[in-house]
Structure formats: C-alpha cells, structure tokens
C-alpha cells in the first residue's frame, strides 16, 4: 500500500502532465499565422480579434457564431498571405497575372506592384510578361509604367527595346515615355542625348517627354530650356507643361501670373491656350476676368475660343452675354461663334433669336455660320436661310455647301426642288448632290 506521500507526489504528476498536454494540444490547434512570424512584417497581418471564453453550458449565442466564422475566414485569408510571403511570385507571373485581371484598377494596381521593384536582374522576366502584350494606344499606361521604371536604371536600353517593339512616331513615343523618367532624375544627361545629332529627326517629339519629367523635378530649369528652344507650334505646347506645373504648384493664380509674364508672343500664346483649356469649363467666371485684360491680342484668341466653348457646354447664355459686351474685335467675334454653336444644340430657338436681335454684318458672319452649321443636322432647311443671310462671300459659299449637303441627306427631293433656282453655280450645284459619307464618330458627335 502507497503512502500518503507517495499518493499525493503521483497526483502532482499527473496533473503537471495533464497540462503540459493541453498546452501541446493548444499549441497545435493554433493556425500558422500565430507560429513563428518573424519573417513578416507586424504591420502586414491584421489583429486578431478577441474572443471571450465562454462556459460549456453556456450555448453559444448567433453574434458569437457569426464573429467565430469571421475570426476563421480571416485566419484563412492570414495563411493564404503566409503562404505568398513564403513563396513569392517572379515579376514574371506577377506580369501575368496583371495581363488577365479585368478590372481596370486592379489591373493598374497589379502592375504597378509588379513594376515598382524592377532592376537590372528582373528585366528581362519583365519583358517575357510584356511579349504578348502589344505596344499600342490600348496598352499604353502599362508600357509607360514599364519604361518608367525601367528608365530609373538603364533609359538607353528602354530607348533601343521601343525601336524594336514600334517603329516611325510610334517608337518616337514610346521613347519619350523613357525621357520623361530620365529627366525626372538626371534631367542634363537625358537633354544631352535629345541634343545628339544622332536624334534630331525625333527631337521635337522627345521634347516633350524631356520637358515633363524636367519640370517635376526643376521648374526653372525646365523653363530656362524651353525658353532657348527655337521653333514653331511644338514650342508652344511645351510651354503647355510648364503652365501645367506651376498651376499644380501654386494654384491658377501663380500660373496666370507667370503666363503674362513670358515675354516672347508665341509662348505667350501656349501658356494662354494651355490654362484656358484646363480650367475654362469648371471656373469660366475666374478665367473670364482674367482674359478680359488681355482682349484682341493676338496670343490670347485660342485663349478666348476655348472660354467660349467650355462655358457654353454648361451656361451657354452667360457665356454669350459676357462675349456681347467685350470691346469689337476678334476676342469677342471667336467666343460668340463658340458659344452660339452649344446654344444651339441645347436651344436652337432661344440662339436663333439671339441672333435674330443682332444686327447683320461682318462681325455676325461666323456666329450665323455656327449657328447654320449646327442647326442643319436637324433641319436642314431651316439652316439654309440662315447660310444665305452670311455677308462675307467665300464664307456664305462655304456654308450653303455644307448645309446643302445635310439637307440632301434629309430630304433629297426638297433640295432638287431648290437648287435651279438657288443661284449656285453647277459646280456647287453637284458638290451639294453628291454628300460624303459620315464617319461613325461625325454621327455619334452631332447626336
């Protein structure tokens, strides 16, 4: 027989075993993601909600079960992630599977994450992902994220893969997409190769991404080799970015500033156009009061053709009275044409008799030819009358033409009936009897 002692050190035994099992059997109950996460990073796993012990006789309410099945699924989702970590993917099948998602910002998504780690030991798994995916408009913002980054370790190698994979102005873009990431971050050494002999053919066009990356990273430089460049409308458009990039840096008021500021007319023009386009639609009033300075100068007509035709896509009367009381001149002759075209198409009548109220003359002439122009595509008949009303000869031949071939589509036995009487001359005669045929995207824009 066991004494005592004997019976009560065999207890405690047992009882140290019992618990060393249940912390054994614990310990292999509990999922991966609790075992051993040194490799990943804290802030990459989600916390694990607590769960309040609850009494075997206790039944489980809805709510617990619902947060049990919760606490499992994200477990779940916690050891899928484990298991990526462990074994990750090469940028290769990354690529891919970017390539397949449908979702156009998951697919954005999946390749920048793919991209955003190339090197010169990955870029050529890159570019097995790429083979199969054409170089064109419909691929674009994927190659640009390509040869961007690529552009950050080796542009030239980026400039000679565009001209293998496009050729003529297509690889001329492409290749401006690299000067864009390379002036970015060494803007000289890109402006060296642009200045090459070697590279004067495409110079123009490499320009353009030279600028832009020059000027996210030096505005003054940038504009310092804008302002030395000689030439024509590319010039222009290139003060474009520049205008672009001091409006994200101070606001439309630092931008307007520094366009009135450009002492050559041609950039003037550019940075104008540029500002008009960007804001004209959602703040005329704003770029109305600053342009009213600037009426009838030549670098500001585009600037006051894209006011007319913004504002008049939402508020085609204000924009139209604030042209009517501009001084006489081109300024206000651009932006009533621009604006009477979008009334038009919103009201014919209440444009119509706009129009009606003015008195007839030179300073009419294209507004009535807008007008004539729009409203033919649904009564060409209508339209005509006012087409003949146009002072200016050439302008008033050039219109009926137009008219008269849309009334033509509409009602061919009405313009038969009209035209031995009409004046014209056989030549015009048959121009408006033999109308070209529309192109899907003219139908699509007169609707």
Not at 189 to 202: C, F, H, K, L, T
Not at 405 to 420: A, F, G, M, N
Request: proline share 5%.
């Amino acid at each position: 027989m066991e004494s005592k002692s004997s019976k009560k050190l065999s207890g405690v035994f047992l009882l140290l075993v019992g618990a060393a099992l249940f912390l054994f059997g614990y310990y292999l109950g509990l999922p991966k993601s609790s075992i051993d996460n040194n490799e990943i990073a804290s802030e990459e796993l989600p916390p694990k909600p607590s769960v309040e012990p609850q009494s075997k006789n206790i039944k489980p309410s809805t709510k617990s079960s619902d947060r049990d099945r919760d606490l499992q699924e994200n477990e779940e989702d916690v050891e899928e992630e484990v298991k990526n970590l462990a074994s990750p993917k090469s940028i290769e099948q990354m690529l891919l599977s970017a390539q397949s998602e449908t979702n156009p910002i998951k697919r954005s998504a999946a390749y920048a994450r793919a991209l955003e780690n190339l090197n010169r030991d990955n870029i050529g798994q890159a570019l097995k992902a790429f083979e199969s995916l054409p170089m064109g408009f419909e691929n674009m913002q994927e190659y640009k994220m390509l040869l961007y980054s690529w552009s950050q370790f080796d542009p030239l190698a980026a400039i000679d893969y565009c001209k293998t994979r496009a050729s003529g102005i297509g690889a001329g873009f492409a290749a401006s997409g690299v000067l864009e990431g390379w002036a970015n971050r060494d803007p000289e050494s890109a402006r060296a190769w642009v200045e090459d002999p070697e590279n004067a053919g495409m110079a123009k066009l490499y320009n353009f991404g030279l600028v832009k990356g020059w000027a996210n990273r030096d505005l003054e430089g940038a504009t310092a080799y804008v302002m030395n460049l000689k030439g024509g409308e590319e010039v222009s458009k290139l003060v474009g970015i520049l205008a672009d990039r001091h409006n994200r840096e101070g606001g439309f008021g630092q931008a307007s500033s520094w366009a009135e500021e450009l002492p050559d007319p041609k950039l003037k023009e550019g940075a104008f156009m540029n500002l008009s386009r960007s804001f004209a639609r959602d703040r005329p009033e704003e770029v109305a009061e600053w342009l009213e300075t600037h009426a009838n100068e030549k670098y500001s007509a585009k600037a006051f053709e894209n006011l007319g035709r913004k504002w008049s896509e939402t508020d085609p009367e204000s924009s139209i009275d604030y042209f009517s009381n501009l001084p006489d001149g081109k300024s206000q002759e651009v932006g009533i044409k621009s604006s009477i075209s979008n009334w038009a198409k919103q009201d014919p009548l209440a444009a119509g008799d706009w129009l009606n109220e003015r008195e007839s003359g030179p300073k009419l002439d294209s507004a009535l030819a807008a007008y004539a122009s729009t409203v033919s595509t649904k009564d060409g008949g209508a339209a005509m009358e006012w087409a003949i009303s146009i002072s200016d000869e050439k302008l008033q031949q050039s219109t009926i033409k137009k008219v008269g071939q849309e009334w033509y589509r509409q009602d061919k036995d009405s313009v038969e009936s009209w035209l031995p009487s009409s004046g014209l001359s056989e030549t015009a005669q048959k121009s408006i009897r033999n109308p070209p045929k529309k192109s899907w995207w003219q139908s699509m824009h007169e609707k």
